[in-house]
């Protein structure tokens, strides 16, 4: 169990970063390589879906997380961690003792920043 929590709150945000960081720098305007293929244009689609799916999921689990918080210090443990993620050393015991929804609230966040990665190089079709 311990490794999971090790891939669950170390390695999954430390590669999302690193996913996000060179999809920045390598960023690559694929609709003007790929103008007017179908099979890309229902891709987009999809991405453009789940990006706004997954939003919407965070900005919900986010409120209830926040109104939740008032059973514990979940808000309080999520901004310790991300300190000690930003300064990489990420302290799993303050994941979990946070409340499901929180952990929940930072995984789909994370989530989220992936996908949205995928799709920036896009623009969007009509």
């Known amino acids: 169990m311990e490794m999971f929590r090790m891939i669950l709150w170390v390695i999954y945000p430390y590669t999302v970063l690193l996913i996000v960081m060179m999809g920045y720098l390598w960023k690559c305007d694929y609709s ?7 099979t890309f244009e229902r891709v987009c689609k ?3 879906i789940a ?6 999921l965070s900005l919900l689990s986010g409120a209830a997380a926040l109104f939740e ?5 979940d808000l309080l443990d ?3 961690w991300g300190i000690s993620f930003i300064s990489f050393r990420p302290n799993t015991g303050l994941i979990e ?8 609230h930072i ?3 994370f989530t989220f920043i992936l996908v949205l990665s995928f799709t920036l190089p896009f623009r969007k079709i009509n």
Request: aromatic share 14%; glycine share 8%; hydrophobic share 55%.
């Open 46 to 48: 999809v991405l453009f």
């Open 78 to 80: 999520m901004l310790y």
């Open 32 to 38: 003007k390589i790929y103008n007017g293929n179908k």
């Open 69 to 73: 918080s008032g059973k514990g210090n």
């Open 97 to 104: 003792q946070m409340s499901w929804l929180a952990q929940m």
């Open 51 to 56: 990006v706004k799916a997954l939003l919407w």
């Open 107 to 109: 995984m789909v966040l």
